[in-house]
């Protein structure tokens, strides 16, 4: 038997988080069984964990939409037992169990190698959020970064932060958006070069293009901040969009899109193919700054997640949650 966070649904449509234990055969069919060793707390995990179970597919459930650990047991020849292996996507944590457990059973074509010079707890600590940052930066190169800052909005959130700290590090002038003034070191201690209050970019205006200032974004709330930003991009620019806390609506016109350019790129990490999740991955490896992870980072355990899951939901959680399970 081993622990898991296990969600559950009443007669009445009510659902209850709490630790419990669960047998090995209680596991969902898969080819690799997977000891884990550390999961990650996203805004998705929130919905999973909360009031009406948001996301979730079936119950009872174990949510938690990434995990690394190590091999148990395998039916696939890609995986040996002792080998350690990250997920993310293929909705883990939502129709299939997650994260949130000592044990995962999942399908081998969902995993991926762990890169050299990443460890279990520093992949967690990069996640789902800073590998969707990863891929939103990978778009920006592929597509060109231009002359002007790089944007990153909800920059003291996972994707922000981890966006943040891989542009720095790649040489970039970034400029990140924050609704917090209280987490302006934080923000410039990842490398930030200048903050933007996201007031300024909440503004209303009646002008669909406004002086051109920013060389690329990866936009991480969307929205009214997303319509007004894409005014403001430098020629032939490019916008990774990736969240949709702002809502899914975009009050825009097309004159950015005709007039100046501009690029919108939609970044989806849930069904990425293996040679791109692998490929972020290593890049991950070689070009996030390992010792700014632990300034993102926060622990956790089990037992403190159905509160970090009501927490993320309200905008209360800075930079990257990292769950041990075996703690």
């Not at 550390?38 to 990434?66: E, F």
């Not at 039916?75 to 997650?98: F, I």
């Not at 991009?233 to 009050?251: D, F, N, Q, R, W």
Request: charged residues 20%.
């Amino acid at each position: 038997m081993f622990n898991a966070l296990l969600v559950e649904k009443d007669e009445d449509g009510k659902t209850s988080a709490a630790v419990t234990q669960i047998n090995d055969s209680d596991l969902p069919a898969g080819d690799v069984t997977v000891a884990v060793e550390y999961s990650t707390v996203n805004y998705k995990d929130g919905l999973c964990i909360g009031p009406g179970g948001g996301l979730v597919r079936n119950y009872p459930h174990v949510p938690g939409i990434d995990f690394a650990g190590t091999v148990e047991a395998s039916d696939d020849e890609r995986y040996k037992p002792g080998d350690k292996v990250v997920l993310t996507g293929w909705r883990v944590g939502e129709a299939h169990w997650g994260g949130y457990a000592q044990k995962a059973r999942v399908k081998a074509d969902w995993l991926v190698p762990l890169p050299s010079g990443l460890d279990t707890r520093q992949a967690m600590a990069v996640g789902t959020a800073g590998f969707t940052a990863m891929l939103a930066v990978m778009a920006l190169e592929d597509h060109g970064i231009k002359d002007g800052p790089v944007l990153v909005t909800g920059a003291a959130g996972g994707v922000g932060s981890v966006a943040t700290a891989i542009l720095g590090n790649l040489g970039h002038k970034v400029a990140a958006v924050t609704g917090r003034p209280e987490t302006a070191d934080y923000l410039t201690g990842l490398g930030a070069t200048q903050i933007v209050a996201r007031e300024e970019l909440n503004e209303t205006t009646k002008r669909p293009l406004e002086a051109e200032t920013w060389g690329g974004c990866v936009d991480a709330v969307g929205g009214e901040m997303l319509a007004r930003l894409l005014g403001q991009m430098t020629y032939g620019a490019s916008v990774s969009a990736v969240g949709l806390a702002g809502g899914a609506g975009l009050p825009a016109t097309v004159i950015p899109f005709l007039l100046r350019g501009v690029n919108l790129l939609g970044i989806d990490s849930v069904m990425q193919p293996y040679d791109n999740r692998l490929r972020a991955w290593e890049r991950i490896a070689k070009d996030l700054p390992m010792d700014k992870l632990d300034a993102m980072v926060q622990p956790a355990v089990l037992s403190d997640l159905p509160q970090l899951g009501r927490d993320i939901l309200k905008g209360q959680v800075k930079g990257r949650v990292v769950v041990d399970v075996n703690a």
